[in-house]
């Protein structure tokens, strides 16, 4: 790891002021920066330390509820507004890395963090993501962990957040902050697909920083669920999984919100699933055409054919867990 500057930001402008300048990148918990810095993976000049700044609140709105950026994911997943409002978040914090990392992990560190594809982790293998215009290792190597929506001839890796696809789910929107002032994005929008430019995560400009993300309100509080397919128990990242919340009133689905990790390289909203099950009885057989819906345009590689089964499972299952239904 190469030498840098180190400084505590004392105020958001501060923050701004710097982050524009190159090699400058923006530290809170670091529990995926300093790996990448351990790799060789990113070698900023300066780290701006923000833990400092007042963006750790968790606050009811008129809307919904307000998170700030640096609120701890241990802190998110036990909150008694986020577990009561939005238990469908909740059970996705729980679910990410392991409970000494949950209590440096940041919610904006967490929107923030990179792909964990090994070839990405490799400064000796080919990589379009890091380096762009060297190719893609994973695309004809060992791809298990590997998209098979949404990806490009550029990069086949996937996103490793479990928080991000909850988000997702749920309508969230994301408060970025700049020079120009505020601006809000929905959570499906903030970020991106690999298309021709995969080094390229998110829709963050350089000089811009987020500042909290914002959850309305809705009717899914009582039938969510998460349900996480890996290959251990705990500290694992997905193989797939799936944000269910459904508002169902007599047996009726009024309205459904989905969203899966581990299969492309954004959370995946199954929006046109969504669709298709509002208005429809909560039921086995309509889950699982729900699921063949889901399933439209995925494609495998070598490696990862079975997320081809995994997934459309995974999403069964856990819409009846989310409706109550016995397996």
Not at 100 to 116: C, E, K, P
Not at 133 to 140: I, L, N, R, T
Not at 288 to 306: L, T
Request: charge should be positive; charged fraction near 20%; aromatic fraction near 6%.
């Amino acid at each position: 790891m190469k030498q840098f500057q180190y400084v505590k930001a004392t105020s958001q402008q501060g923050v701004l002021d710097a982050i524009n300048k190159p090699g400058t990148k923006i530290i809170a918990g670091g529990t995926n920066l300093v790996d990448l810095m351990k790799r060789g993976v990113t070698a900023p000049d300066k780290l701006i330390d923000i833990t400092h700044l007042p963006l750790k609140s968790i606050t009811p709105t008129k809307t919904g509820i307000h998170i700030g950026a640096l609120a701890l994911n241990s802190t998110v997943s036990e909150d008694k507004l986020v577990v009561e409002k939005q238990p469908l978040l909740a059970m996705a914090l729980k679910a990410g890395a392991s409970p000494q990392l949950r209590n440096m992990a940041t919610v904006g560190g967490n929107m923030m963090q990179r792909t964990r594809c090994s070839y990405f982790y490799d400064i000796t293998m080919p990589c379009n993501k890091r380096e762009p215009g060297s190719g893609c290792g994973a695309m004809e190597g060992y791809n298990r962990m590997h998209a098979i929506f949404g990806a490009s001839n550029q990069c086949i890796a996937v996103h490793p957040s479990d928080m991000c696809v909850g988000l997702a789910a749920l309508d969230a929107v994301a408060i970025i902050a700049g020079k120009k002032g505020e601006r809000r994005i929905p959570f499906t929008d903030f970020h991106r697909l690999p298309g021709d430019r995969p080094e390229m995560d998110n829709h963050l400009a350089k000089d811009e920083m987020i500042i909290g993300v914002e959850i309305p309100d809705n009717n899914f509080a009582k039938n969510s669920y998460y349900l996480k397919v890996r290959d251990r128990q705990s500290y694992a990242f997905a193989l797939v999984s799936v944000a269910a919340a459904l508002d169902i009133s007599n047996g009726t689905i009024r309205g459904a919100r989905l969203a899966m990790g581990g299969v492309a390289h954004k959370p995946w909203r199954l929006k046109p699933v969504e669709t298709f099950l509002k208005g429809k009885t909560a039921s086995d057989a309509v889950f699982k055409q729900a699921a063949s819906i889901a399933m439209e345009g995925a494609k495998a590689f070598e490696y990862n054919k079975f997320k081809l089964k995994l997934a459309p499972n995974t999403l069964i299952q856990a819409l009846k867990t989310a409706a109550g239904i016995a397996s």
